[in-house]
């Protein structure tokens, strides 16, 4: 990867930050061989701020850092995708985004996904989730089958919450499962796509 840095007077590219989990994105920035250096260095986004004319590492006074997951360069070499775990609000007036954006419906099963992970990861005695990749691929697998079966049994009667709350409970299952397999939603989404062409 060979940004152009030479492409724009300032010797600077934009580069767009992406929330690596929601996919929405975040802010826009200015970096340039120095502040890329620095963010592939310390795994956190760091900008060339032209109002205080030196390098910026986001969150460096508010703590709430972007941790970067990956980089990737358009097609001109001259714009930069940062995808990355936001600690915090993004934007100083307190938003998840510079853009004002909220997580949408959408994107709450990637935030699931990121949680199911993290306890997955980071196990505590009080999640039901850690207990249960405690209990190992059978018992998860199990359970998923129960859930499969439920949604079944309350799909034939006219239920409409409670066929939603098995619906859930599948969904939620399934999630934990594509975890303990070490996969993830996007691969599942890359199958779909696949087939649907």
Partial sequence: MKPDFTKY?????????QDATTKNVL?????????????Q??????????????????????????????????????????????????CHTGSDTCFNEKNT???????LESIISDRKNNPTDSSYTSSLFKKGINKIAQKVGEEAVEIVIEAKDNNDELFLGEAADLLFHYLILLQAKNKNLDQVIEVLKKRHK
Avoid: H
């Fill in 105 to 111: 419906d959408a994107n709450f099963l990637y935030q």
């Fill in 27 to 39: 802010m826009l920035g200015f970096m340039n061989n120095e502040a890329l250096n620095k963010t």
């Fill in 41 to 90: 260095e310390l795994k956190k986004v760091t900008f060339f701020s032209r109002t205080k004319n030196r390098l910026w590492t986001k969150g460096e006074e508010s703590g709430n850092f972007l941790n970067v997951q990956s980089i990737t360069i358009d097609c001109d070499n001259d714009t930069l995708l940062i995808k990355a775990n936001p600690v915090g609000p993004v």
């Fill in 9 to 17: 007077k300032d010797g600077l590219v934009p580069a767009i930050v």
